[in-house]
Each structure stands twice: as C-alpha cells, then as structure tokens.
C-alpha cells in the first residue's frame, strides 16, 4: 500500500454570512491515490469547488487536516506554502489567463522565481506548448483564441512546474462537447505520460465516465457516495447518483418517450415492458435469442445503450416481452440467474393522460 | 500675422515675459506635471492598499481599509477652492509661500491624490478574480500579484484613470491661478476677464483645450495598445 497523494481527514468549512452560517463542507474525508484520476460530482452548490480549493489550501477549513504529498498544508508558514502550491496544478472553467500576456508569458508566468535561466525558461515553455498542441500560437494572446485553446494553455501554464497533482474546477464546463472531448483525453493522456494524479470535479457524469477511475458523490458538502467507477455505475445506493447515471445513459429520456408512444397502449396481458441492466460478462451472452429459444418469449427492444467504463461493458435495454404467462415468468428468473437486472415499467400507472 | 494682431491685439502685448502666455503655459505645465507625478505615486499606493485591504482583497483588513476609505471620501469632499484656503498654513509651512505654482502643488496634490487613489482601486478591481485565484493557485506571493497581476492586466483601465485625474488635474490648476499661482488660469482671469480682454481669454481656453486633446489623444493611444 503506498502512500495516498492526497488526503482530507475530517475537514469542514463553514462560511458566515449575513448573520447565516452556510456548512459549505461537512466533516469530509477523501483520499485520492497517486496517478488516479478521481472525479468528484455534484451539482452547482454542493461543494465541490470549495473541496478542491481545500486541497491547495485557497480555502482554509475551520478544522480537519490537509495532507498532500504527505505534508500537512496547515502546518506550513506562507512561503512554505506557496512553495507546495507549485507542485499542485489548476484548472479552471473560465480559464482564467491573463489577458495582457502572450500565451508564451503566460505559461512561463508559472516560471517566475524557479532556479531555471532564461533559455531554460523558453525551452519548457516551448515543450508545454508542444505538449498540449499550441506551438503555433505562443505569440498569440488569449482573447485570439477559442476555449478549447484556452483550456490547454491553462493546462501547459499548470504544468509548468512539474507537479504530481492537477485539480481541474469543471475545467470542461464551459466547452462545447467536441471541445470537452479533447480536453478529457488530453488529461488522460497526461495521466498516462507523466504518472499525473488529476482531481475533476464537475457536474457533467459524461466526464466523469470518459475518464475517472474513481468517483466521489457530493451534496450539501458531504460526499454521500464513493468508490470505482465501475462499482458506482453498476451498484448505485443513492438516488442522487442514480439520477447522475440516468442521465448519461438516456434512461429516464427514453422511458418518458416511450411512455407516449402508442405502441405500448396495445399490450395485451402476454406482454409486459421490463428495464434490463446488466454488465460484465452477462453482455457477452446472447441474451434475448436464449429467451425465445428456451422459453419462446420474444422481445422486442424498445431502447438499449451499451457503455464502456474502464473496458467493461454497461448495458440497459427497455425491452416488451412477450409470451405466456409461466413461460414469462421462467425467462425473468433466468435473466435474474444470468446477473441481469429485471425491472417492470409499469406504464399504466405512468402513462397519465 | 496681421489677422492675429487684428483680433487678437492683447494677446501679443501679453506673449512675452513671466506674466505673459509663454510663462503661463510653463507654469500650467509645470503644475500639471509634478503634482500628477506626486499624487499619482501616493494616489497608487493608497489606491492599492485601498484595494488589497478591502474585504475581498488579498490581505482583507477592516481597520485599515476604513480610515483611509474615510479619509479619501474626506478629502475628496472638500472643494478646490476651500482645500487652497484650507492648507495655506500647511504650504508656508513647506514651501515658505502661498503664491506661485510650486506652493499650488501642495493643494492640488492634496485634492488630485484621494481622487487618484479612488480610480485606481475602481480600476484594479475590475481584474478578473480568477486570473488573481490562478496566480495564487501557482503560488505566487501578494506582492508578485499585486505588481506582476493587478497592475498588468489592469493597465489599460490604470491608463485611463491617469488620463482622467491628469484632465482634472488642468482644471484645477487653472482654478488655483485665479488665487495666484499663476498659468494659463490665472491669464484667463488676471488679465483677460479683469482687464476686459476678452482675446486673452479666449487664446488661454485654446491652449488649455489643445492641452486637454493632447492627453486624450495620448491617453487613448496607449490603452489600445495595451488591450489584447
């Protein structure tokens, strides 16, 4: 077990205002490993910024423990400090780069004050701009860019120093989808080349799913839910993360479609509408031919989306399956055998009008 | 030439000499540049202290940020005209002398200063919080931010606040002429209203004018090359 990069140990923020205490966090414990990319997701409000501003003590907590590269940031004086900040890259939404400057001097803005002369200065900045795809525009300024571009002059000028830990603060969420892409493979390239640690935090389970290894659920500055990606999305217990995943797979979308389509008011009591969900190695089996092979309940397939996370297959389907009634029932037990899990939409009642 | 001396008869009987329109534009000059000088080096300073201790500044602190805020609304309050009143003691004291345009520093200063110092936090604290969130995330010291942040990315606002206090800055030295520090002001005055000659105030107007453009111009030159 090696030592985690990354470690709150009962941290809690308060802020005061206007006569009201706001518990911005709530006696949260995290532990982020080194080179993992951990994704922390919440809506706007939950916390999530002023978690991560922990890390790099931009935030101080009224209590708790901050430990990074395994040094408690609460006990270093400020030039201590903004020393260990170098190693601890950011990110921003809004990029954040300074307008006055050249994209060179703002990436070698991070540079100031290190022991590396001026041609070594010019030769880190030149491999940054490489690094992240900008070389062409080192004389450019930021306001000739788009913000896709940005984002990757923010991610050159957080690298500068070398650190082992990048924060990224919904650095994607003010990036068009494409963009967004980009950048998320960009990091994971990153993550893979240079052993970086990446911390992301967003509201976008997109992100998340693109990326993390390891995912944290927050609300109202607690995390409620933490643990692998692949646990998180195949084994939810909250509600919160559940509707997070529901809405990357479409699910709940594509049930209200389905619920006002015509087809489904013909069902006759031979039929009845199920949500599969199954993973891992059940998406390898020829689920639906076994079904009528076995048991002559035919299906027809209303919706199915199959992810990837971490090179493990996720799929839902919304099926009507048909057939009579003890053979129905066969087929579910053994979709239940087979790990699958059977869910019955019960459109009546959801129908409405 | 002729025409000139038609229309404008005083103004060549007033060119010449320490009284006339040469020693005046000196003295305009000579006022409007060292006060600026001065009072913008205090005017910054007390702009960014202003700044920093404010509440969402880099080192927030109460006490400090209210006596100088007060002290700026004060003396920001009190009108040119009372502020030469007020602090002739003060300039005898320093400059052993009430009249001309070195004892004219000292309440042009005292006004030009607060406003200044005003302009330039307005200025400052328009830079982007996140920008200065960044610098300190790459751990840079307040002071590196305030001089490496604060007063490069607001420079074209810093600029225009300049042009602005340097403009106002004419206009009360023009006022302080009328009380005897001499320049354009005191032509205007002295002789063109006092004596009915109506030229001479007239040409005064014009050069405080070319004056005024000149430093817009400049003013307005500099900001657009600074803004990318």
Known sequence: MTIPLVELKNVDVKFKSNHKVIHAIDHVNLTVNRQDIFGIIGYSGAGKSTLVRLINLLQRPNQGEIIVNGQNLLDLNSKQLRKSRKKIGMIFQHFNLMNARTIFNNVAFALKGTQLSREQKKQRVNELLNLVGLSDKAQAYPSQLSGGQKQRVGIARALANKPNLLISDEATSALDPKTTESILNLLKDLNKKLGLTIILITHQMEAIKQICRNVAVMEQGKIIETGSIYQIFTNPRQQLTKDFINTTTHLNESINVILHQDQISYLTNEEKMFHLFYFGETTDLPLISTLYQKFEVSANILYGNIEMLQGKPIGNLIVILSGKPNMLEQALSFLKESQVKVEEINFKFNRGK | ?228
């Open chain 2, 1 to 228: 030439m002729d025409l000139i001396a038609k229309y404008f008869p005083n103004v060549i009987v007033n060119w010449q000499g320490d009284y006339g329109f040469v020693g005046a534009i000196k003295q305009t000059l000579y006022m409007t540049f060292f006060s600026a000088i001065i009072a913008g080096i205090l005017g910054l300073g007390v702009g960014i202290l202003l700044l920093t201790t404010d509440k969402n500044g880099l080192t927030p602190h109460p006490i400090i940020y209210s006596v100088l805020d007060k002290i700026v609304n004060i003396l920001r309050s009190i009108p040119f005209i009372i502020m030469l009143a007020l602090l002739a003691s003060f300039t005898r004291l320093i400059v052993h002398t009430t009249i001309g345009p070195t004892a004219a520093l000292i309440p042009l200063i005292a006004s030009a200063m607060p406003f200044y110092a005003r302009q330039v936090q307005n200025a400052l604290v328009q830079v982007d919080p996140g920008v200065i969130e960044a610098a300190q995330s790459m751990g840079e010291s307040n002071l590196s931010i305030i001089f490496n942040v604060y007063l490069v990315e607001g420079l074209p606002e810093l600029v225009r606040a300049s042009v602005m206090t340097i403009i106002s800055l004419i206009g009360l030295t023009a006022m302080a002429g009328a009380v005897g520090a001499g320049g354009l002001g005191s032509l205007a005055v002295n002789i063109g209203f006092q004596r009915f000659e109506n030229d001479v105030t007239i040409v005064a107007t014009i050069f405080i004018l070319i004056l005024v453009f000149l430093i817009q111009f400049i003013g307005d030159i500099l900001v657009k090359h600074l803004t990318h």
